[in-house]
């Protein structure tokens, strides 16, 4: 491979894989090349390279850093100039990743076959001669070590000396000394414990104590405190042990041996563990992203309520950002505000709703980390439905950085895209009840009018002709017959009446409005009065009542009850043959009380029971019987508020029964109807 000079910087080496041949230009077919860039001079060189590779070529490219356990160490500055590197790599249209990983190279490599890159492209190494040979650089590692990617190593600008300086990655200067306060003693109690066991231990049993004191010291301390930790043991383990004890000479080489060795197993076993420990750290903090957007997605897959919606996205994404966040959805007139309570939208008190408007009727980002009015200190992000937006993210995190950082800002773009589609999900469903609830209402009311026409029409039929025959000066009739003319008047006006004041009350207790006048009563007070109404309907059939002695009172309204009881008498009276018997009977079962009515008639309409309790349903469709089909759809509503159930079936012999369930204690009835 050639050399790369300092006179020729923009000048690419090209370099092939493990072979050390020549390598080619990039293939002229659809490429995807990985630009990796470090915290160094060269960053802004490698991204501007690489975006000329992507023009060139047409190909898809992606900028690439890993975050090693020394750059976890890194200060502010640092840190700064990262988010700097990475986001204008993102302004030139790269895809910006960030990794993680002991090696940078093995995390590149890796990365790199896992996206089938085609072509690597990395800076000029840094380190030359024997410093190359001990510590190979991430470039020097790629082209050894990558088979079947190109990799292009691009020459180095030469910076000027203040720009060197400032762009020189800064280690915080702040020292926590309470953590090598604690490795001494972590020192201290290894050489207590290999006091105890001297006489009875050899001493490279006692080695083992501080080694584990060591790596002990490096998995809860740090690299810093354990490094300490190991060249204290290894005084402590020479002054009062070895011989002569209590003494730093050494009597016999070999020991010397044995420190060399002891601190250098220290030393590896602390710095990698020290790795292992920031590696797991950053690993950690990403798996919690990842599970903090799974709980959210799956939290507001089982939402449906918008301000249970907002209410559950403003608590996942301030969690994951650290901060405040609102959102913010369009009213009737297109005006952006928080769906939820004012004490909630207050939360994020800087939030600004000219700003948000703008961004909803733009759909553009604002704010924080964008274009347009980067100094405010809150991101806005529109919520993008398919066909228009939605409403407005807001978010102001406590570090400029958790959004500063691209992958940062993907995250907060995902979350905007999971909100934005659980608010159109609820819109949809929203308008889908609103249409179903609107194809009922027509269709109720087109059943309402057709079953009201055709039974109003016989009564009015009935009351228009008595009337007009009445009314008709040249007809004279007898004193009976006038009597007979003006009770068929009376009795169809009644029954035009029953039917209209059954649907105003089936409307009443099916919207909630009744209010239940609760009382303990017994059934028999309820079943006598019924009965005594509806004798002459009920003329010349046989009636037994059964009931137990023991029977207890119900807590229920006692007029409601008697309607539900005069309506299966009467039902049971209008589909029967007259001379049938008709029996209600009552029993206890499980802190409930059953009524049965039952009939001889001729049983229950072939089909499904639960029909006939539905509005408007007759038990003969064809059937020459009155009425609108309402009488046992009110029942089965009364029965429901009460916190019972109604059901029907038809006998073994012959005849129907239908059965009253009612609870006997006011919790049971209560707990019931709630």
């Excluded at 023009?55 to 750059?71: G, H, N, R, S, Y």
């Excluded at 972590?186 to 001493?203: G, H, K, Q, Y």
């Excluded at 005084?235 to 250098?264: G, N, W």
């Excluded at 309506?567 to 049938?580: Q, R």
Aim: charged content about 20%.
């Amino acid at each position: 491979m050639a050399t790369p000079t300092r006179r020729n910087p923009d000048r690419a080496v090209r370099a092939a894989g493990n072979d050390g041949g020549e390598s080619s230009t990039p293939s002229p077919a659809r490429d995807r090349f990985l630009v990796a860039v470090a915290l160094d001079d060269q960053a802004e060189q490698l991204i501007q390279m690489g975006k000329r590779f992507a023009d060139a070529l047409d190909a898809e490219w992606m900028v690439v850093m890993v975050e090693t356990p020394a750059m976890l160490k890194l200060g502010d500055a640092a840190r700064n100039r990262r988010i700097d590197i990475l986001r204008l790599a993102d302004s030139l249209g790269a895809v910006t990743v960030t990794l993680d990983g002991p090696s940078a190279s093995a995390a590149i490599r890796e990365y790199a076959q896992l996206r089938n890159v085609t072509r690597i492209v990395v800076g000029e190494p840094r380190r030359f001669g024997i410093k190359s040979f001990v510590r190979p650089s991430t470039a020097t590692k790629l082209v050894q070590a990558v088979g079947g990617i190109d990799v292009s190593v691009i020459a180095r600008r030469a910076p000027a000396p203040a720009a060197e300086a400032r762009q020189r990655p800064d280690f915080p200067s702040e020292v926590r000394w309470s953590g090598y306060w604690a490795a001494l003693g972590i020192c201290t109690a290894c050489t207590l414990v290999a006091a105890a066991m001297f006489p009875f231990f050899e001493l490279t049993n006692l080695v083992m104590v501080y080694l584990l004191g060591a790596t002990i010291t490096a998995l809860r301390l740090g690299r810093g405190p354990a490094s300490l930790a190991a060249v204290v043991n290894i005084l402590a383990f020479d002054f009062y042990f070895v011989p002569p004890r209590f003494s730093f000479a050494v009597a016999d080489f070999q020991y010397a041996v044995t420190f060399a060795v002891m601190l250098t197993v220290a030393l590896i076993i602390g710095h990698l563990v020290a790795n292992v420990r920031a590696q797991t750290q950053v690993a950690g903090a990403r798996e919690r992203r990842t599970a903090l957007l799974y709980a959210m997605s799956r939290e507001l897959a089982a939402t449906r309520r918008l301000e249970d919606l907002a209410r559950v996205a403003v608590k996942h994404v301030a969690e994951t950002f650290d901060g405040q966040c609102a959102l913010f959805v369009p009213d009737a007139t297109g005006r952006v505000k928080c769906p939820h309570s004012p004490a909630e939208a207050a939360s994020l008190q800087e939030a600004d709703l000219s700003v948000a408007q703008w961004v909803y009727e733009h759909r553009v980002p604002a704010g924080l980390g964008t274009e347009t009015l980067p100094a405010l200190t809150v991101q806005y992000l529109p919520l993008e439905g398919s066909f228009s937006a939605l409403g407005v993210l807001a978010i102001l995190p406590r570090r400029r950085r958790r959004l500063l950082l691209p992958e940062q800002h993907h995250l907060a773009e995902t979350f905007a895209g999971q909100i934005a589609l659980a608010l159109e999900r609820a819109r949809a469903q929203e308008e889908a009840e609103s249409a179903r609830i609107a194809a009922e209402t027509e269709s109720l009311r087109n059943t309402l009018l057709a079953s009201i026409s055709h039974d109003l029409r016989t009564p009015l039929a009935v009351i228009t002709a008595a009337s007009s025959a009445l009314n008709d000066e040249s007809m004279v009739f007898e004193a009976a017959a006038r009597r007979s003319l003006t009770a068929q008047i009376e009795v169809k006006a009644n029954e035009m009446a029953g039917i209209i004041s059954n649907v105003l009350e089936l409307i009443r207790l099916e919207t909630g409005r009744v209010v239940l006048r609760r009382q303990w009563v017994m059934l028999q007070e309820l079943l006598n009065p019924s009965l005594a109404r509806l004798e002459a309907r009920l003329a010349g059939r046989p009636i037994t009542v059964a009931l137990p002695t023991d029977l207890p009172a119900l807590n229920i309204d006692g007029a409601l009850m008697m309607q539900v009881f005069m309506n299966l008498l009467e039902n049971a009276a209008k589909h029967t043959p007259s001379g049938t018997a008709i029996t209600v009977s009552a029993l206890r079962e499980d802190g409930f009380v059953r009524i049965d009515v039952e009939d001889e008639g001729p049983g229950l309409p072939a089909g499904d029971p639960t029909r006939l309790f539905l509005k408007f349903q007759r038990g003969q469709e064809e059937s020459n019987t009155g009425g609108a089909g309402l009488g046992l759809s009110i029942c089965r509503a009364i029965v429901n508020v009460h916190g019972g159930h109604i059901s029907a079936i038809t006998k073994p012999g012959r005849g129907a029964r239908f059965s009253v369930t009612l609870p006997i204690t006011r919790e049971s009835a209560q707990t019931g109807s709630g």
